[in-house]
């Protein structure tokens, strides 16, 4: 099965809610890293975790990591119709060099 | 913007034909790596290259191949198209062959008739 699997699947809020997407993988992993992408376009890299580290915040993004439970949560505070799109965590792990392991996505739509 | 470019950014091929996708990384990654991304799916790593050599593979067949250049750019080639190989296809580039950040290109979107 899939590495890096996103909860939800999908999200639907009001602008100026917070999101909250979550993040589960099976290995020990190097870091972890979210990806945005808008429809049919590439993924924008949002922030990278390692696995030393336990939150990195950007903005208004949030990212926690718990390794422990091998979960991962990405939150956006405020959010923007421009918030709209999938979003991607993904893993790397130390003896696989920058290969990523990629989950489903969540699919966020933020509605004005 | 990324730094990461591809080309072509949309094309069509017919079954059986061949196709070769071009990536340009950002300047100074010597890691490069392409994924395949089918409509609705996340991206699944097709292989990596690291200082002009292949280094590691996804579930793949041989029919996809690639090279990295002197200068880090990049081609994956497919060969036998088939239907199922309608997605979009990602570069990605890096600095260093483990533990950075990750960058992706737009893409290119190709489609199998």
């Known amino acids: 099965s899939q590495q890096g699997e996103e909860d939800p699947q999908a999200l639907s809020i009001q602008e100026g809610e917070n999101a909250t997407m979550n993040c589960s993988y099976k290995t020990s992993i190097n870091n972890l890293q979210w990806y945005r992408q808008n429809s049919g376009r590439g993924l924008v890299h949002l922030i990278l975790?390692?696995?030393?580290?336990r939150e990195k915040h950007s903005g208004r993004l949030r990212v926690t990591l718990d390794t422990s439970k091998k979960s991962s949560s990405l939150l956006i505070t405020a959010s923007r119709a421009a918030d709209t799109a999938s979003y991607f965590c993904a893993e790397t792990i130390e003896t696989s060099g920058s290969r990523l392991t990629f989950g489903e996505g969540t699919q966020l739509t933020v509605n004005p | 913007e990324t730094g990461v470019t591809q080309s072509p950014t949309h094309l069509i091929k017919t079954r059986g034909q061949q196709v070769t996708l071009r990536c340009s990384s950002q300047?100074?990654?010597?890691?490069v790596s392409w994924y395949q991304q089918a409509l609705g799916q996340g991206p699944q790593f097709i292989f990596q290259?690291?200082?002009?050599?292949?280094?590691g593979r996804g579930n793949f067949p041989p029919r996809f191949s690639g090279l990295q250049f002197p200068n880090y750019s990049s081609e994956l080639n497919v060969n036998a198209l088939e239907l199922d190989d309608s997605a979009l296809y990602l570069c990605?580039?890096?600095?260093?062959?483990?533990?950075?950040?990750?960058?992706f290109g737009e893409g290119s979107w190709l489609t199998v008739v």
């Open positions: 300047s100074g990654h010597n890691t």
């Open positions: 990605a580039s890096s600095l260093g062959f483990t533990g950075n950040t990750i960058y």
């Open positions: 975790i390692r696995s030393n580290e």
């Open positions: 290259y690291y200082r002009e050599e292949e280094n």
